[in-house]
């Protein structure tokens, strides 16, 4: 709870970060005035058209303005009744500052902005990101709070949003403070769940694995994810496929060295989301290590596939 007072013309605020936050319809203020009993000292609703009721006073319009300014209009009010107005009021209730945040966060939903708050404290009071959590972040700002401070921000078609997004990995790392946007009321903050990249067959972990820190891949990255192929594969003859334009069902296939790639003989090949790799296994070795293995007793184990991230 942030503290304005004015006592002698003077006004103190405390160490804390809502010191310009603007009083709208729902808000309650506490106010309390010395040697003026006819005010009880207790919290006081914001109305829609931004007033609150005082005794005393009557209906006072203080939507729009600061705790401290409220100080301000009050002492001057009261010299009708104080020689010296000592005033004390506090924000008890924060309800005209909503903020949105949806998507791949811990706890989505509607807040209330207390104060400056930056991106990453934001996503810190939500209770951070889901491990299904994608690459960025889209903002959506009225703009009538001003255009989002970032490099691509953009007005949206009907020219009453700023749309703009950063990567989650310079916000968490701070690799780029300037993405650490301040957020501002009506704010609509997006975490889109992550995209998958899938690599299926002789590997060691196969599977789909979350883009989280880029919008790609690459062949070998994709192969470090999945710790590497498994014995009985067959890197020479895998398989690409790739989605064409926007379809969840149509794909082009696209044959795959994958020991060139893994030698450095031919160039490593970038994945995007929803791409699938496919590594056979190679019959003639299956069936080799399999005769070995009856021989000397051994048994292998299927393998399992996962989502990671």
Known sequence: ?????????????????????????????????R???????????????????LPVTGQVQV????????????????????????????????HSQPITILGAVAIPGTRQLEGHKTLFEIISLVGGLRPDAGY?????RQLAQGRIPLPDAADDPTGKFSIASVTIKSVLDASDPNANIEIKPEDVISVPHGELIYVIGAVRKPGGFVLTDHES?????LMALAEGLDRFAAPRKARLLRAVGHSSTARVER????KRIVDGKDEDIELRANDVLIIPSSVRKAATVRSMEAVIGLGTSAATVGIYR
């Open 35 to 53: 040697n003026l009993e006819e005010i009880p000292d207790k919290p006081y609703a914001v109305d829609e058209g931004g007033f609150v009721y």
């Open 1 to 33: 709870m942030a503290v304005w007072m004015l006592s002698l013309g003077q006004v103190s605020l405390p160490a804390q970060n809502a010191d310009d936050y603007r009083l709208g319809p729902g808000d309650q203020i506490n106010v309390h005035v």
């Open 63 to 94: 939507g729009g303005m600061t705790a401290a300014e409220v100080v301000v209009l009050l002492s001057q009010v009261l010299k009708r009744y104080l020689v010296e107005p000592d005033v004390t009021v506090s924000i008890t209730a924060f």
């Open 255 to 258: 044959p795959l060295d994958l």
């Open 136 to 140: 960025k972040i889209n903002i959506t």
């Open 217 to 221: 891949l690459s062949t070998l990255q």
